[in-house]
């Protein structure tokens, strides 16, 4: 996970990778002198990733809408910070959503960036090592895996994501969908996931979600994925 998710928040990185709960994840980042949260630059160019996603559609993504939640998330994080200095308790908790969703946007999004890269650095293709055996043990082989992957990203409602994560206790994989950018913590660690928003894809496909769906995973970056099940 990059270090710019929480920068200077050494307790927020530490209890989202010991997947605390979204209440332990945002006072982590609030119970600490800290600075904001900055949007990562990406390891390639905006363009890098075409035809499966194009440039312009990666800078909007990028730009302005992780932008966006990193904001909101900033913006949140001082109006609690205030909260909490005035013991206003009322004030702390009806400001958890926000933490919950722009710092959820906030990390759903750095983690995608690094779930992808150009099929002439390695992206697409199929998984090896550890990863391809924990998806052959939950689902048989990998075209199988990609087909209900798919399927889960397709029957999203609205806004979401779909995932890939390790169960933290019996350490097998198994996709799970959340809604809107509700992030993977608890039991769960975060390896592989695809934005189910319309943002992500809509400039170049249009109502046609499925074909990007299925171009996506010839820019997934498999080496990543690896790198998190350890």
């Known amino acids: 996970m990059s270090a710019t998710l929480f920068r200077s928040s050494a307790a927020a990185r530490s209890a989202i990778r010991a997947g605390a709960s979204k209440r332990a994840i945002a006072m982590a980042s609030t119970n600490f002198v800290r600075g904001k949260a900055t949007l990562p630059d990406l390891p390639y160019d905006y363009g890098a990733l075409e035809p ?43 400001l958890q959503p926000l933490i919950n969703f722009h710092g959820g946007g906030h990390v759903n999004h750095t983690l995608f960036w690094e779930n992808l890269a150009p099929s002439k650095n390695g992206g697409g293709g199929e998984p090896s090592g550890k990863v391809k055996t924990a998806i052959e043990s939950s689902y048989g082989d990998f075209s199988s895996f990609k087909t209900k992957f798919n399927a889960a990203l397709a029957g999203i409602q609205g806004s979401g994501w779909a995932w ?17 950018q509700d992030p993977v913590v608890g039991k769960y660690t975060p390896l592989l996931g695809i934005d189910a928003w319309e943002h992500a894809y809509y400039l170049q496909y249009q109502n046609r979600k499925a074909e990007y ?3 996506i995973w010839d820019v997934i970056n498999w080496k990543t994925v690896e790198q998190r099940l350890k």
Request: glycine share 4%; hydrophobic share 35%; proline share 0%.
């Open 52 to 94: 499966s996603i194009s440039g312009k559609i990666m800078e909007l993504h990028h730009k302005n809408h992780h932008q966006t939640y990193v904001n909101g998330f900033n913006a949140a994080t001082e109006q609690i910070q205030a909260a909490e200095h005035k013991q206003d308790i009322q004030a702390q908790i009806s």
């Open 164 to 180: 890939l994560v390790k169960d933290n206790e019996t350490g097998q994989v198994q996709i799970r969908t959340y809604a809107n």
């Open 213 to 215: 769906f299925s171009a």
